[in-house]
Structures are given as C-alpha cells and as structure tokens.
Nanobody, 128 residues
Framework: QVQLVESGGGSVQAGDSLTLSCAPV????????TGWFRQVPGGDREFVAA?????????YADSVKGRFTVSRNNAVSQAVSLQMNSLKPEDTAVYYC????????????????????WGQGTQVSVSS
C-alpha cells in the first residue's frame, strides 16, 4: 500500500504558474513511476504527464507540452513535481498523482490503468 499526498494547488490567473508536488506519506523502497492526471466535474480522468523511476523518460499530453514539466530527484526525496507555466482556464481541474510500481515495464504511462495507487487530488483553478 502506497499512500500519496499532493500539494501545491490553488487559484491563479491565466498566464501564471503553479508547482504541484506528489510524495508518498511514508518512504517506500519501490522503484515506481509517477503520473499526473486531471479531471473536471462530469469528465473523464485525463492524462497530463508522467515520469519513470530514473527520471530519464518523461511523457506529456499534447495540450500541456511546452508548458508543463514533470521532474524528480531521487537523491533528494521521493517527491515528484509538476511545474505548470502559462496556465490557461482550460487547465482548471482536480489534479491527481498516481504511481506504477513497475515503472511502466508492462504498461503505457498514458493509461490510468497502468497505475497502482492514487492520491486524493488537488484543485487547480485558472481564471481568465
């Protein structure tokens, strides 16, 4: 069981930046990959970005490519960050992080089904 906590959400203006963080509540020794998804009320959970355990491979949805950056530094902590720049009103959603304990070995990072554990989500609201 891996419990995750997200932080860093909030309300901002279009063009502003936010950084979300995702970390396990207790240190885990698993080499996991981390993904970020978002969901609006009544909508499906949408892939945003993902990063493998080593940090050498990253994946982005076309809608955020060039604006969002996912990163990790395992030498410092187990937290994974999602830097969100040039935010748009259409980025408004609840953002969830999730982990794949097999680090995408047998699954696609773009699919929510690849992930084993999910956080509770953090709200990001962008006004025009």
């Amino acid at each position: 069981q891996v419990q995750l906590v997200e932080s860093g959400g909030g309300s901002v203006q279009a063009g502003d930046s936010l950084t979300l963080s995702c970390a396990p509540v207790q240190r885990t020794w698993s080499a996991y990959a981390t993904g970020w998804f978002r969901q609006v009320p009544g909508g499906d959970r949408e892939f945003v970005a993902a990063i493998d355990w080593s940090g050498s491979s990253t994946f982005y949805a076309d809608s955020v490519k060039g604006r969002f950056t996912v990163s990790r530094n395992n030498a410092v902590s187990q937290a994974v960050s999602l830097q969100m720049n040039s935010l748009k009103p259409e980025d408004t959603a609840v953002y969830y992080c999730a982990v794949d304990l097999e680090s995408f070995y047998n699954s696609s990072p773009y699919s929510s089904g690849a992930y084993d554990y999910w956080g509770q989500g953090t709200q990001v609201s962008v006004s025009s």
